[in-house]
T-cell receptor, first 114, second 113 residues
């Protein structure tokens, strides 16, 4: 039973470029959330997808966008990259939208902006 | 501000001892809490969760205690092993953001031989 998988594991970009990160949820999970984790900090919520729609959004600019596909996998897109976007990007999935169901995380994509 | 926060940024324990990691939360409406373990270079790994209708929940070598009166929870790890060295986060779904997980900064647990 595969857990949450993310690709790529590492990525290096330069300022102004665009990036797409990918996530496949744990088997049986249909809700996907994305988080940004800066070094030495806890993860910060970016947004959540369910039934192919963005359901909730954290305090992130419109440069951050996403998509969920019919197979529940998801993408995170970031445009006009800034140095401050350097972070570990985590995908989490759970079954349904009930808040008292545990979210399971992938190992993330380490994004470095030069 | 953050709904959950951790009392100590680092904790050093000897192998075989018990570890206690504490966490305070501010939202009295919070009714579900999760503990995660994050090893270097990996994502947060689910350890154990607890709902507010419980005071205590046990897993394998771990126990979570919830004190709703003082809005405090703790994670106890029995017979701590070197493989327990990691950063530990408590998290709760924030009602004001669609129940997105609200994390504190984490406690770094270092197990010494």
């Amino acid at each position: 039973d595969a857990g949450v998988t993310q690709s790529p594991t590492h990525l290096i970009k330069t300022r102004g470029q665009q990036v797409t990160l990918r996530c496949s949820p744990k088997s049986g999970h249909d809700t996907v959330s994305w988080y940004q984790q800066a070094l030495g900090q806890g993860p910060q919520f970016i947004f959540q997808y369910y039934e192919e729609e963005e359901r909730q959004r954290g305090n992130f600019p419109d440069r951050f966008s996403g998509h969920q596909f019919p197979n529940y996998s998801s993408e995170l897109n970031v445009n006009a990259l800034l140095l401050g976007d350097s972070a570990l990007y985590l995908c989490a999935s759970r079954r349904g939208t009930a808040h008292n169901q545990p979210q399971h995380f992938g190992d993330g994509t380490r994004l470095s902006i030069l | 501000g953050e709904s959950v926060g951790l009392h100590l940024p680092t904790l050093s324990v000897q192998e075989g001892d018990n570890s206690i990691i504490n966490c305070a939360y501010s939202n009295s409406a919070s009714d579900y809490f999760i503990w995660y373990k994050q090893e270097s270079g990996k994502g947060p790994q689910f350890i154990i969760d607890i709902r507010s209708n419980m005071d205590k929940r046990q897993g394998q070598r771990v126990t979570v205690l919830l004190n709703k009166t003082v809005k405090h929870l703790s994670l106890q790890i029995a017979a701590t092993q070197p493989g327990d060295s990691a950063v530990y986060f408590c998290a709760d779904p924030a009602p004001n953001s669609g129940y997105a997980l609200n994390f504190g900064k984490g406690t770094s647990l270092l197990v010494t031989p």
